[in-house]
């Protein structure tokens, strides 16, 4: 297996084992690099009382301090990996809503790659929140993708996270039909492109009863026809049973897309890796 750039630990709300563990198991599974890449949404950088407001599940706050602490674990832990390149990283949510501390984490020396992501759209929740019944369903995912268009054309990331996380929790995911917002998604992998940045796998779909990969092949095939050759693979682990879940058939999936090799990042220097 070569690689999981997309991990979450202890460090995040919602996810849990310690950077020691997931060592353990990577090496097991013999990965080759890693990035911890825990959650900070950056709309939320400091603790709730900051707002004025108290700790509730709908809502990460802190994304300063998680970034702190998992940084911290990380570097602490990066000369005794074994054989398993720990890289150092974040997940973060909605950069375009405050763009500057997104920079302060980019650019703090510690850092190798930054997911860039849209977990919510402006002043409403997380998409795992939303209540579908009562959503205009093709125009929620137009907004999402809008959302994931000014990411995209922001700086401070590396790679564009699950590309499709807002159709994540919709009542019949795989049935809806992307057709019309092709035109939208062609537009945000153009601007990835352009950049020179990467897209990922996410394969924590993989573990659902229907299962998907966030973004499917059609789309995977769509970013390669368009010249992208930056990416990356990911289980989107936030338990460490889910470490190496997937990796091989995501793999595949690479390969049946063109693929010959995959990215990953050293302080945002991009590597390549043959497939
Ligand atoms: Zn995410
Ligand atoms: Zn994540």
């Not at 020179?196 to 990969?213: F, H, M, T, V």
């Not at 966030?214 to 990356?232: A, I, K, Q, S």
């Not at 693979?233 to 049946?256: F, P, Q, V």
Request: negative net charge; proline residues 5%.
């Amino acid at each position: 297996m070569l690689m999981n750039l997309h991990t979450h630990t202890h460090h995040s709300p919602d996810a849990d084992d310690t950077v020691a563990e997931r060592i353990a198991e990577a090496n097991r599974l013999g990965l080759r690099f890693m990035a911890v890449t825990d959650h900070v949404e950056i709309n939320r950088f400091y603790p709730a009382e900051y707002y004025g407001e108290t700790e509730s599940e709908e809502y990460f706050y802190d994304g300063g301090g998680v970034f702190e602490r998992s940084a911290a674990e990380v570097c602490a832990l990066q000369q005794e990996s074994g054989n398993v390149r720990l890289l150092c990283g974040a997940e973060i949510g909605q950069i375009p809503q405050d763009p500057e501390r997104s920079a302060q984490i980019f650019n703090d020396p510690r850092t190798d790659i930054v997911i860039g992501s849209v977990h919510e759209l402006p002043g409403r929740p997380d998409f795992y929140f939303l209540h579908y019944d009562e959503e205009d369903i093709p125009a929620l995912v137009t907004a999402y993708f809008e959302e994931v268009c000014r990411l995209a054309q922001t700086d401070c990331w590396d790679v564009l996270g699950h590309l499709t996380y807002g159709l994540r929790y919709l009542p019949n995911r795989r049935a809806y039909d992307l057709t019309p917002h092709l035109e939208l998604i062609d537009r945000i992998l153009r601007t990835v492109i352009a950049k020179d940045k990467a897209i990922e796998l996410n394969g924590s779909g993989l573990r659902k009863p229907q299962p998907y990969i966030d973004p499917d092949l059609t789309l995977v095939r769509r970013y390669y026809e368009l010249g992208g050759r930056n990416l990356t693979i990911s289980t989107d682990a936030h338990n460490t049973k889910y470490l190496g879940y997937g990796l091989y058939l995501l793999e595949d999936m690479a390969r049946t897309a063109g693929f010959t090799e995959l990215t990953w990042f050293e302080k945002h220097q991009m590597q390549k890796v043959k497939l």
